[in-house]
């Protein structure tokens, strides 16, 4: 069973930086892309930011384009996304989804495996 392991989620004052993780495992897959998603308290889950495998193509949703970056190890299938000049606004539970057939999307549905999720809150 494929298992997404994230980590590097916690509370930090506005302004500050965090860097989550993301690691698949427990299974073999084409893994073609990465994302990164939110959810705060009574809202629908967003999509945050993507990264596509091999070429490591980004694509960032608008509020966090200068703030946040995603990059990638394609040795050990590990993604990250670092997170500066948190605001209060960011505050919620990350995710880490990886889409085995389809690259770098913005959709919920295009993602075939997910994490537990991460909390992250920022202070103001």
């Known amino acids: 069973q494929v298992r997404l392991v994230e980590s590097g989620g916690g509370l930090v004052q506005a302004g500050g930086s965090l860097r989550l993780s993301c690691t698949p495992s427990g299974g073999s897959f084409f893994l073609r892309g990465v994302g990164w998603f939110r959810q705060a308290p009574g809202k629908e889950r967003e999509f945050v930011a993507a990264?596509?495998?091999?070429?490591?193509?980004?694509y960032y949703t608008d509020s966090v384009k200068g703030r946040f970056t995603i990059s990638k190890e394609n040795a050990k299938n590990i993604a990250y996304l670092q997170m500066n000049t948190l605001k209060p606004e960011d505050t919620a539970v990350y995710y880490c989804?990886?889409?085995?057939?389809?690259?770098?999307?913005?959709?919920?549905?295009?993602?075939?495996?997910w994490g537990q999720g991460t909390q992250v809150t920022v202070s103001s």
């Open positions: 989804a990886v889409a085995r057939g389809l690259s770098a999307t913005s959709r919920t549905s295009d993602y075939d495996y």
């Open positions: 990264i596509n495998w091999p070429a490591g193509n980004t």
